[in-house]
């Protein structure tokens, strides 16, 4: 018997329920996997949450919760080349990820190889924080010589792009609650306080011209980029649906291909890149998990841990 979350519909509060189903297999193309660590991310509570989104993700009732993963191939399909029982892996499943056990089919869910020196928790929050922060740097073009602002910089999809940024060449001023403004300092950020006035507090800060911009937060950075006069298709956004104010580019985690992954994990391994984890919970407290993310003030990730 293995163990997963489980969600008899879409409500909130979230309904989770845990229920044991029967030995399962790899079958054609897939990969069973010993889950060590899930990472939540917003769209996970938000489409558990929220009657009709879950549709647009093609997630439907009954199912499980979570999409990133990490942990072990204990059984390989048929077909499967490139994987091996003992391998640790890591990658995303949407609707399947908090589980003792997830069956991977390879055509449709993204699995990537463990790199060595990469614990299985941040491997296991990698996921979408990872190809979200890519996809939002290439549809901003960023680049050597550029200024960008980051809203919601502190997050981990923020912490992420904030990096790669700088190892781009670029200069980030990187919005965030007063807090976190020491440690996106140490990450070679210009922090700024977000909310009112932001563009004003922005100029403050740099005399160098913004020259794109990220929201991962919601419209408040796009309104302020604009204000400083970055071109509209210099600004990507996540959170402000499929037409964003003032011609900003949408885009999302699904904009890139999984393999960006492998450089990323790499760099965490070596120590190159950091992703903070705010806090981990063991499976059995998802609720209180949800609850820290839904609070929209954590540091990096929350992580759940699965098995012993």
Do not use: C
């Not at 193309?29 to 647009?56: C, E, S, Y």
């Not at 792009?161 to 976190?180: M, Y």
């Not at 499929?242 to 999984?258: E, F, L, M, N, Q």
Request: negative net charge; proline residues 6%; glycine residues 14%.
């Amino acid at each position: 018997m293995s163990r997963s979350v489980h969600l008899a519909e879409f409500a909130d509060p979230i309904p989770f329920e845990f229920i044991d189903s029967p030995e399962q297999h790899a079958g054609d193309g897939q990969l069973r996997i010993r889950v060590a660590a899930a990472g939540l991310n917003p769209i996970d509570w938000k489409i558990a949450a929220i009657p009709g989104l879950g549709a647009h993700f093609g997630v439907t009732t009954p199912d499980g919760f979570g999409s990133d993963f990490a942990g072990v191939v204990d059984e390989v399909g048929d077909g499967v080349e490139g994987f091996a029982v003992g391998d640790r892996v890591f990658g995303g499943a949407r609707g399947r990820a908090a589980a003792d056990v997830l069956i991977a089919t390879l055509a449709t869910d993204r699995v990537r190889h463990t790199p060595d020196g990469l614990d299985d928790v941040t491997a296991g929050a990698l996921d979408i924080a990872g190809r979200t922060a890519v996809a939002a740097l290439t549809a901003a073009a960023v680049g050597a010589g550029d200024t960008v602002l980051i809203g919601g910089a502190a997050g981990g999809v923020g912490v992420v792009a904030v990096q790669l940024a700088r190892a781009a060449g670029a200069t980030v001023i990187a919005t965030a609650s007063e807090p976190n403004h020491e440690f996106l300092r140490e990450l070679g950020a210009i922090p700024v306080t977000y909310g009112d006035g932001l563009a004003d507090r922005v100029r403050a800060a740099s005399a160098a011209a913004v020259t794109a911009a990220i929201d991962l937060a919601g419209v408040e950075t796009v309104h302020a980029a604009l204000e400083l006069g970055v071109a509209p298709e210099r600004i990507a956004t996540i959170a402000a649906g499929p037409t964003p104010p003032g011609g900003a580019v949408p885009t999302g985690s699904g904009a890139v291909d999984p393999e960006v992954l492998d450089a990323i994990a790499a760099s965490l391994a070596s120590g190159a890149l950091v992703l903070p984890i705010a806090a981990t919970f063991p499976l059995e407290q998802i609720a209180d998990a949800v609850a820290l993310q839904r609070t929209g003030h954590v540091r990096g990730k929350v992580v759940l841990t699965v098995g012993s």
